[in-house]
């Protein structure tokens, strides 16, 4: 007889047959036409392609921000794709992480305080000095947004992104308003995220120099998955060529 503790555990994300047609008047874009796709728990992904090609369509959906026209997204077993407004916002609050290109920052509090506001609603929160350590920020948490540069500011949303401890953080260009030195330094804070905390990330990238970071790298082109490919060396940031 099988018991419950040996089953094994479903992939985090189980994808399948994932479409969603825009409509806008006559005009239909078909952003994902078919897209199966698995991230296992603790995993890094780095979603590739070229603009247009059906990332931030993937991402947006299972962050819960949008809706599938079709197709199957399950977190850890349990079927997102035609859950209600109230089940998709519980499950963003209680599960997901965001990390945007532009890190939209409340000028007017410090980076603590921007964690913290975080902290504060969340259900079992690291402290917002904790999360800010992790990411190397911790002589600059009583700064304001204009006194950071775009890489730490962009790591203050990352801490603001894993305080609240998500089981899953996905990175929509993170680094794409940033130079190479500073892209390095936010893309080994995300790494190093990704190893304390054991959250599945999904980084979204133009640059292919960062495939070699993850785990596993998909591929998109005109809304389906090119290639799936496994990383069986991994390596650091900092080896990065841009
Ligand atoms: N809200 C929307 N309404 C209509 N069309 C949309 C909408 N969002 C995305 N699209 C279209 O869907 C397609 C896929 O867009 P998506 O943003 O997912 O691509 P992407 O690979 O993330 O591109 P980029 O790298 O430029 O961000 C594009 O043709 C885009 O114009």
């Not at 975080?118 to 000095?129: F, L, Q, R």
């Not at 950071?148 to 401890?165: F, M």
Request: proline share 5%; net charge negative; with cysteine.
């Amino acid at each position: 007889m099988r018991h419950e503790a040996d089953a094994p555990m479903p992939p985090v994300f189980q994808i399948s047959g994932l479409t969603k047609i825009y409509r806008t008047g006559d005009v239909e874009v078909r952003a994902l036409n078919g897209v199966d796709l698995t991230l296992e728990s603790g995993e890094m992904a780095v979603l590739l392609g070229p603009s247009g090609s059906g990332k931030s369509t993937l991402l947006n959906i299972i962050g819960g921000l949008d809706r599938p026209t079709s197709g199957s997204v399950k977190f850890k077993g349990e079927e997102l794709a035609g859950a209600n407004d109230r089940h998709l916002t519980a499950y963003r609050r209680d599960h997901v992480g965001f990390v945007f290109q532009f890190y939209n920052l409340i000028p007017s509090l410090t980076a603590w305080e921007n964690v913290a506001l975080i902290t504060e609603v969340a259900s079992k929160p690291m402290s917002a000095g904790d999360a800010l350590a992790l990411v190397g920020l911790e002589s600059r948490m009583n700064h304001f947004p204009a006194q950071l540069s775009g890489g730490e500011q962009q790591r203050v949303a990352i801490a603001r992104a894993i305080a609240k401890r998500p089981e899953v953080l996905l990175c929509d260009e993170p680094t794409g308003a940033l130079d190479s030195a500073t892209g390095i330094i936010v893309l080994e804070a995300l790494a190093r995220v990704n190893e304390e905390t054991g959250a599945t990330t999904a980084i979204i990238t133009h640059n292919a120099g960062i495939r070699k970071i993850a785990h596993r790298v998909y591929s998109f082109l005109d809304g389906r998955i090119a290639s799936c490919e496994l990383n069986e060396e991994r390596i650091k940031p900092s080896e990065v060529s841009w």
